[in-house]
């Protein structure tokens, strides 16, 4: 069901200081397939973190937003929003939109739940 895809972009420093020396907030970036759907990740303190924007428009295109709200509801799944250096690599890599101000995040494991229930929901699946 999950498939990583290694074409990572290598680390990609969060914050940076003047010595060139990377900050605690280090993260790489990468792109997983998912339901034969190519999705740009964020690796960051070991956890894939899924950009919501591109989840909602790629994977669960079919499915109205309300409904994935109520699931999300209903799973207890908590996404976090991403710093500005981290919507610049989500940018980046496509994953979302260039004109982005803001952008969601969640797990890898947050969105393996979300895919398992939302799989009799889609016609395509």
């Known amino acids: 069901m999950f498939l990583t895809c290694e074409g990572t972009f290598g680390i ?3 914050t940076m200081d003047y010595s060139g020396e990377a900050g605690p907030g280090d993260f790489h970036a990468g792109y997983q397939e998912i339901e034969g759907i190519n999705l740009g990740y964020l690796q960051i303190n070991g ?9 909602l428009s790629d994977l669960f295109k079919d499915i109205p937003r309300t ?4 699931k999300m ?5 908590k996404s976090r929003r ?3 250096q981290e919507l610049r690599t989500l940018k980046a890599i496509h994953s979302v939109p ?3 101000v803001k952008c969601s ?3 890898k494991a947050d969105l393996e739940a ?5 799989k009799s929901l889609s016609p395509r699946r």
């Open 12 to 14: 990609v420093p969060a």
């Open 47 to 55: 956890t894939q973190m899924f950009a919501l924007a591109q989840v």
């Open 67 to 70: 409904t994935i709200s109520k």
């Open 73 to 77: 509801e209903t799973l207890k799944i």
């Open 82 to 84: 991403c710093d500005l």
């Open 98 to 100: 260039t004109r982005a």
């Open 105 to 107: 995040l969640i797990s």
């Open 114 to 118: 979300l895919c398992t229930s939302c």
